[in-house]
């Protein structure tokens, strides 16, 4: 089956990057935008050669800068998500949020503890009735994306509770309880855990009719390392991040012809994962893939002429937002070819 795209409008940003590496490398890449409606797009992005970040505003023809609220951090960037009317600004190191409204005014949201991880990754989630994912890393590996909690978020009162734990995925529960142990007799602290852990990556994760759901991108994030991709996975989780169902995904990579990693993101109606992969030298090309969640097809894009290289960013109902990663987004009309 394929995917056909439409143009139907071009926004143009000289002078900005809108993009990260394509998606590859470690699962963080160019994964901090969001759909906000069919023709409404939030992206963190930089300016000025890289010298300035903050967030880009489209909506329609208008668009908007607004230089980073949040001081710059050693680690990740503020990591942007989705609530509704609102937009929340995540602090990468120490999990302060702040409330960007629609008239462009940040306040600061109250939160009732902290969050139980050190280090929040720059990955957009799909929250559900006010429970957001956040994608964490554990351990010293900066670009890691190993491990996520919760916060719930009550725009109403502008407050906030983060969730008490901070869990990795694990392929079993037996898995699980060996780590648990092991974290307990080293106090807490990961480095100094006697379990040798390969912890999965997570490349994107959404709370959907009230189950959890993960696009697992191999248990390795150093480029110098890539051929040792050796899974990717979509697939249900537990609240404690046990494997509860294996929905797509292949494994043995190393096995197969080529080299192999590929990048996932949910699409922001929770009806597609943007399939890319790292390489150009598997069976796809290079080329990205829609995966229809409702049946698990695997959809062919079609690009508009002039566009075949650009990538697609996010989809929503019918709109979807493809970028050449440097200063262009397009809108586009997708038609699904039966």
């Known amino acids: 089956m394929k995917v056909k795209l439409d143009k139907v409008f071009e926004w143009s940003f000289p002078g900005f990057k809108l993009g990260s590496l394509a998606y590859q490398y470690a699962p963080i890449n160019a994964k901090n935008h969001f759909a906000r409606g069919k023709d409404e797009f939030v992206i963190w992005c930089s300016n000025d050669g890289g010298s300035n970040y903050g967030i880009l505003l489209i909506k329609g023809e208008q668009s908007t800068f607004i230089p980073s609220p949040v001081q710059e951090r050693k680690w990740n960037n503020p990591l942007l998500l989705d609530a509704g009317s609102d937009i929340l ?9 702040l409330r960007l409204s629609d008239s462009g005014e940040i306040t600061k949201v109250e939160s009732k503890n902290k969050c139980v991880g050190e280090y929040i990754t720059e990955i957009s989630t799909l ?18 994306a ?4 919760f916060f719930n978020y009550d725009n109403e009162t502008n407050t906030l509770c983060w969730d008490s734990a901070l869990t990795p995925v694990f392929t079993e529960e037996k898995v699980r309880k060996r780590f648990m142990v092991s974290l307990e007799k080293a106090g807490g602290v990961y480095h100094k855990m006697d379990f040798n852990y390969s912890y999965p990556q997570i490349g994107s994760l959404m709370i959907k009719d009230e189950a959890i759901y ?10 110098c390392a890539i051929f040792q991709f050796k899974f990717y996975w979509y697939l249900e989780v537990t609240k404690d991040g046990v494997y509860k169902k294996k929905i797509w ?6 096995k197969l012809p080529g080299k192999q990693g590929m990048r996932g993101k949910f699409s922001a109606d929770k009806e597609y994962l943007i399939l890319s992969p790292v390489f150009k030298t598997d069976e796809w090309k290079g080329k990205q893939k829609l995966l229809r969640l409702l049946d698990k097809e695997l959809l062919d894009i079609t690009f508009p002429r002039g566009f075949t290289k650009y990538r697609i960013m996010d989809v929503l109902e019918g709109s979807v937002f493809i970028s050449d990663e440097t200063e262009n987004l397009v809108l586009c009309k997708m038609t699904v070819q039966e």
């Open 89 to 97: 600004i995540v602090g990468g190191e120490d999990g302060e949020v």
């Open 127 to 144: 929250s559900e009735n006010g429970k957001f994912p956040v994608i964490c890393r554990v351990g010293g590996d900066v670009f890691a």
């Open 146 to 149: 190993n491990s996520f909690t």
């Open 214 to 223: 993960a696009f697992i991108e191999a248990n390795i994030t150093n480029p």
């Open 249 to 254: 995904g292949q494994e043995k990579l190393e």
